[in-house]
Nanobody
């Protein structure tokens, strides 16, 4: 079974840093990581950062200059480095990707299970 698995969340004080990672489990033919999203309690899921296959990045205004999205050299995982964290960054963070399981399958969109990030003193 193909899954996206996030890791790296946790509790951090304001001003601190966390690094989230997302990797795929299971056998696949190709993966196109689309980016990171987050959802705070009582709010809609929102885009945090995206990265294209060519490496171009885009960020929500609220995280520009503080967050950095990147892919591993093998391009089989994607990370989100989060610095200068604020209480308003508290949310469940999700990884999103299009995955083609094999040549017999069309690409499908996948979400990870989410990882909790809590910024609090």
């Amino acid at each position: 079974q193909v899954q996206l698995v996030e890791s790296g969340g946790g509790l951090v004080q304001p001003g601190g840093s966390l690094r989230l990672s997302c990797a795929v489990s299971g056998s696949i033919r190709s993966i196109y990581y689309k980016g990171w999203y987050r959802q705070a309690p009582g709010k809609q899921r929102e885009l945090v950062a995206t990265i294209t296959p060519g490496g171009s990045t885009n960020y929500a205004d609220s995280v520009k200059g503080r967050f950095t999205i990147s892919r591993a050299n093998a391009k089989d995982s994607v990370s989100l480095q989060m610095n200068s964290l604020k209480p308003e960054d508290t949310a469940v963070y999700y990884c999103n990707a299009d995955i083609q399981r094999s040549s017999a399958h069309l690409p499908q969109n996948y979400w990870g299970q989410g990882t909790q990030v809590t910024v609090s003193s």
